[in-house]
Nanobody, 120 residues
Framework: QVQLVESGGGLVQPGGSLRLSCAASGSILVTYAMGWYRQAPGKQRELVAVITSGVSTNYADSVEGRFTISRDNAKNTVYLQMNSLKPEDTAVYYC??????????????WGQGTQVTVSS
């Protein structure tokens, strides 16, 4: 099977930075788009940023200019560099990947989530 393992969350002061990582492992034939979502308490999960296999990127308006998504295809890993963090960025961040497991199966996979808390 496929596993996505996130790391890098934590507590940071407003204006600070964090870097999230998500490594995909297991039965992977091809990794297509990879992305980050977040869910704050009482709110729906929302897209933060996505990067295609061709390294095109797309960001939520709320993080544009502050967050940068990147990927290392050789390591099946996606990163999210978060700068100028605000209290409203506080949420559980989830990694997502569109992966072809074999010739007949392609599916979306999710990580377990990592908490990011922005507070003084």
């Amino acid at each position: 099977q496929v596993q996505l393992v996130e790391s890098g969350g934590g507590l940071v002061q407003p204006g600070g930075s964090l870097r999230l990582s998500c490594a995909a492992s297991g039965s992977i034939l091809v990794t297509y788009a990879m992305g980050w979502y977040r869910q704050a308490p009482g709110k729906q999960r929302e897209l933060v940023a996505v990067i295609t296999s061709g390294v095109s990127t797309n960001y939520a308006d709320s993080v544009e200019g502050r967050f940068t998504i990147s990927r290392d295809n050789a390591k099946n890993t996606v990163y999210l560099q978060m700068n100028s963090l605000k209290p409203e960025d506080t949420a559980v961040y989830y990694c997502n990947a569109d992966i072809r497991v074999n010739l007949v199966r392609r599916a979306e996979f999710w990580g377990q989530g990592t908490q990011v808390t922005v507070s003084s």
